[in-house]
């Protein structure tokens, strides 16, 4: 499953996926991963959530994103819920050209039983209409 929370920049998006990472520790079965570009936030999520500031590992686009993540399922099947923080700025892409990420990613999901939540600078009017349906 993929899901989206979206909004305008200083709009909660960031307090509300802590929140929602935070609550799957205690309502998930796997591993909770929080992933954001920095270390930031590494204190506000709760220990068991493991953090990973992605931001260390040169990404730069869309593609190289989707990899980073079947590296990660692939090596602990015991995943089940990720959260990611500025995921536009993480891949460095305007929402339009992640059409191709967004279809892979829902595969993966899919296929490892992992569910993704991703936060994005994104208005509803000027998103794609292939990104809306994952809006929450």
Known sequence: MIQVVH???????TKRIIDMANN???EQNGI??????DNRYMFDVQQPVRFV???EYGMS?????????????????????VVIDAFLKLVNAQPEQTEWFFEH????????????V????????????????YFI
């Open 61 to 81: 686009s869309p593609e190289m994103f989707y990899g980073f993540l079947c590296g990660m399922a692939s090596q602990n099947f015991d995943i089940s819920y």
């Open 53 to 55: 500031n992605a931001g």
């Open 32 to 37: 909770v991963v929080f992933i954001d570009d």
């Open 24 to 26: 799957a520790v205690k």
């Open 105 to 116: 990613l829902k595969g993966l999901a899919e296929r490892s039983n992992i569910t993704f």
């Open 7 to 13: 909004g305008k920049k200083g709009s909660g998006k």
């Open 118 to 133: 991703l936060s994005l600078s994104a208005d509803d009017a000027e998103a794609p209409e292939f990104m809306k349906k």
